[in-house]
């Protein structure tokens, strides 16, 4: 009888380390993991953290150079060779502020500590959840002209 309980313990464990990295992270991807930025070292939420040449991740509508207070439509757009599902992580490092639509399927960082339903931030951003479409449209604004250079970050998933 505790062989077959062992088989059975070890079954349900193997099931669930199989499980696991496949459910990701619910709140959007985090900002920081094993002491870096997400954003800058790409997500580890899925896929065991492995970079894929397969992925293609654009970003349209960013500004060569900006004006104070001046706000511009950027879109994000995340494709992949085999899979429909994808989602981002986008930073301005801190400089100006993202603003989207209610249904942009976009929200502040997941430890950003705010709400997951603002429609602004001067954090970074992520997708909400996964997208079948892997295109998210948005407005980032600079809030002045002597902000210097801007580096925009993005790490994108499918």
Do not use: Q
């Not at 920081?32 to 896929?47: L, Q, R, S």
């Amino acid at each position: 009888m505790s062989r077959v309980l062992t088989r059975l313990a070890i079954g349900l464990l193997l099931i669930l380390l199989t499980v696991a990295p496949a459910m990701g992270y619910s709140d959007g991807p985090p900002t920081m993991v094993d002491g870096e930025e997400v954003v800058k070292v790409g997500c580890t939420c899925h896929g065991g953290g492995v970079p894929s040449s397969d992925t293609i991740v654009s970003v349209s509508g960013v500004p060569h150079a900006y004006a104070a207070n001046a706000s511009y439509v950027m879109t994000i757009t995340v494709e992949h060779l085999s899979n429909s599902l994808a989602g981002f992580m986008l930073s301005s490092g801190g400089v100006g502020v993202f603003s989207w639509d209610e249904d942009a399927n976009i929200r502040p960082e997941a430890d950003s500590g705010e709400d997951k339903s603002s429609t602004n931030t001067s954090s970074a951003i992520s997708h909400d959840s996964a997208s079948d479409s892997g295109e998210w449209t948005f407005n980032w604004t600079a809030l002045s002209a002597d902000e210097g250079n801007i580096t925009f970050w993005i790490a994108g998933n499918a």
